[in-house]
Each structure stands twice: as structure tokens, then as C-alpha cells.
């Protein structure tokens, strides 16, 4: 099998598949790994769930800390509501890493500088077509080249393109003299923008902010912006939130990673033929509730599994697609609906928000322990 997309689904699906007794090749874009690639993202326990299943579980030990609540604030510093969750902070890039080297161990090969050109299908066989003019033939092929797959671009021509939300994504480590937070994630429903952080022992702190910002920004405008603009965005877009806000921003000195956040509610299909798409190339979900590298490890698992129990590939992915599209499709609602309500507000509707959000919160929590409940059954067979 062919898999585009080094990421997080590539890898893990090449690693499920492995152990359904299915051969694949990993093929990249990028000249090498992106080990440092993005911030951080937060891995749930259903997406922990994954990789205990596959027998990863311990691997990210070291490498990100627990969260065992988050922590709401207004944009005086009141507490509204604490609510219990689960998971591990970690940075993207060494998510991705340790996938790969598990991958590699288990017998997965990785070719990187692949950036995909166009995918033909043809006698049973999928021909991909790669920029450096090389060509590769495959029984079928999974894309898993995230939000801007160029698999969906190339082969679902009619497919919607991913939609931007009006909302900008900015975020980093960087090292403050705060407190630390224990295993608490603090979030700020500030005047102009909402912002996030966590502070480790060694005063380590992990930070992101999102803003509305309604013209989507071009590719040129954010590789030209620097460090020392984004940093005074923030600090006016944070003007008058809490004070460890501030000195959160104040502290940053290297570069700021800031990403347009976009999203694709439905797909009117996931796959056509042998060629199917999995985690964000198939539903791109924002960052609001944390699930987007958890559900692309769920898409590796389910359909590894549907691939190992359906001979013919077209048939086994659209199952996949019947089992994932209804458990995916609520929870990329949720995170719509969730970035609409980060956006900032009058005086009383900041005062609305402060009575009716610890309600709000506490029914979401109950919510997201059905979300990480997903049940992972590597024996079970598919229907």
C-alpha cells in the first residue's frame, strides 16, 4: 500500500497495517524530517487509547506532561470553572517522531521529498506521480497529508476546500519565572482574544492564542511577518488581561509559530476507488477541542482493521468511511461551535458568559468522557 503523509496518520496507519500483515511505504513531501515542525497539540485519552492498542503506549514517556484539568478565566482573572479532562501536551514534532521510528522498527519504509503531483487509477492499480517526475504503482492508496492534502486536491477534485474559520492560531514554549501550574491548562476568555498557557517546574511555558481575524491571511503575509510583530499583536490583543498574560508575552524572544485555522465540516465522500483519505485530508477539525491528531490515530486503527478483515480495498474503505464518518462529523461541530464562542464580546455579553459557561462546561465535560470512550477492539472483525 501506498500512504502519503509522514505526519501522524501515515505513520500510524503504516504501523496498524504492519500488524494486520499488510505491507506499506510512507512517502513525504517535506526533504527530510519535520521533527520541530508546529507547537504543541494535546493528545486525548481516546487518542492515548490508540497507542496503547498498537503497543506505543510507552512511548511518549518523557516527552510532554500530563493534564488533568483546565482551568477557565475571565478576562479579569475570575475563575469560572474547572474542569476535569485527560491526555498528554506534546510537541507535534516529536509525536511525529516517535511514530516514525516505531514504524521504521516495525519494517515501515519512509521515502521523503515525495511531494505528490496526481494519482491515476487504472487495471486494479494506483499509479502517484511525484514532483521529481518518479512514479510509484500500489494496490491502493491512503492519503494522510493533513488540512491542504494534495491527494484530495489531485484525485477528489470535486471535494469543498477546507474552510477558514476567521480565526488566527499563534503559539510556543518559551522559558517565564511564573508559577507552575502542576497539571492544570489555564484558558482566558480575554477582552480581545482567548489564550491558553501551562508553566512546568522549570518554569517551561507552554502557550497559545487565538484572535478573530475576518480576511484570511496569505501564505506570503504569514511567512513575511516577524517575531517582533506577531509579539506586539499580542500584547495589544492582550492588553488588559490577566497579568501573567502579559508576562508571557513579554518573555517571547524567538520565533512565534502562527497557523490560519481552518476546517472541513463534511466531505461528501472520504474515498473513491482504491484511494481513500484519512484525518484531516478527510476532516479537518480545529484546535478547540483538542482531537485532531487523537482522531487521526483512530482513523489508522479502524482502518488498518477494515483493510485486514475486507480483501478488496475500494469495499474496505467504504467502511471505514461508515464507521468513522458518524463518530467524526459531531465532534468537528463541536470544535466550530467552540471557536465561535472564544470570540471576544460586549460588557454584557462577558457577563452572560460568566454565569452561563460553568453550566456549559460541566455538560462538555460529561460529553468528553463519551468522546474518549471510543472503544478499540483489534480482535473484533468488522461487519
Known amino acids: 500500500m501506498v500512504i502519503v503523509g509522514a505526519g501522524i496518520g501515515g ?18 513531501a517535506s526533504e527530510e524530517p519535520r521533527d520541530n515542525a508546529g507547537a504543541f497539540l494535546n493528545l486525548a485519552p481516546n487518542g492515548l487509547a490508540v497507542l496503547q492498542a498498537l503497543g506505543l503506549g510507552r512511548r511518549l514517556d518523557g516527552l510532554g506532561f500530563q493534564n488533568d484539568r483546565l482551568v477557565f478565566h475571565n478576562e479579569a482573572g475570575r475563575t469560572l470553572a474547572e474542569v476535569p479532562v485527560g491526555g498528554v501536551t506534546v510537541m507535534r514534532g516529536a509525536v511525529s517522531r516517535v511514530l516514525r521510528a516505531a514504524a521504521e522498527e516495525a519494517g515501515v519504509r519512509f521515502e521523503f521529498g515525495k511531494t505528490l503531483s496526481s494519482v491515476t487509477e487504472h487495471d486494479g492499480n494506483v499509479t502517484v506521480r511525484f514532483a521529481d517526475d518518479t512514479t510509484v504503482d500500489g494496490p491502493s492508496l491512503v492519503g494522510a ?45 480575554g477582552r480581545s482574544g482567548f489564550f491558553g498557557y501551562a508553566v512546568r517546574p522549570g518554569g517551561e511555558t507552554y502557550w497559545f492564542s487565538n484572535f478573530a481575524q475576518e480576511e484570511e491571511p496569505s501564505r506570503d503575509a504569514l511567512m513575511s511577518a516577524t517575531s517582533d510583530s506577531y509579539r506586539q ?33 463534511s466531505l461528501p465522500a472520504w474515498h473513491r476507488g482504491a484511494v481513500c483519505l484519512i484525518g484531516d485530508a478527510a476532516h479537518a477539525v480545529g484546535p478547540h477541542v483538542g482531537q485532531g491528531a487523537s482522531l487521526a490515530l483512530e482513523d489508522a486503527f479502524v482502518l488498518a482493521k477494515c483493510l485486514r478483515d475486507i480483501p478488496q480495498a475500494s469495499s474496505a474503505f467504504s467502511a471505514f468511511e461508515r464507521l468513522r464518518r458518524s463518530r467524526v462529523e459531531p465532534i468537528l461541530k463541536q470544535s466550530r461551535r467552540t471557536g465561535q464562542q472564544k470570540a471576544p464580546t460586549g460588557w454584557l455579553g462577558r457577563r452572560i458568559r460568566d454565569l452561563i459557561l460553568p453550566i456549559f462546561l460541566k455538560s462538555g465535560a460529561r460529553a468528553a468522557n463519551e468522546l474518549y470512550g471510543y472503544a478499540l477492539d483489534w480482535e473484533k472483525r468488522v461487519a
Open 11 to 28: 505513520p500510524a496507519l503504516g504501523i496498524a497495517l504492519k500488524r494486520a500483515g499488510i505491507e506499506s511505504i510512507v512517502y513525504e
Open 145 to 189: 497529508d493533513g488540512i491542504h492534502s494534495r491527494t484530495r486536491y489531485s484525485y477528489l477534485t470535486d471535494a469543498p476546500k477546507p474552510t477558514y474559520t476567521g480565526i488566527i492560531n499563534l503559539g510556543g514554549v518559551v522559558q517565564t519565572d511564573l508559577q507552575p501550574t502542576g497539571r492544570a491548562m489555564h484558558m482566558i476568555f
Open 233 to 265: 499583536q499580542l500584547l495589544e490583543v492582550h492588553g488588559g488581561d490577566p497579568p501573567e498574560v502579559t508576562r508571557i508575552l513579554q518573555a517571547l524572544s524567538g520565533p512565534i509559530g502562527a497557523w490560519p485555522v481552518y476546517d472541513i465540516l
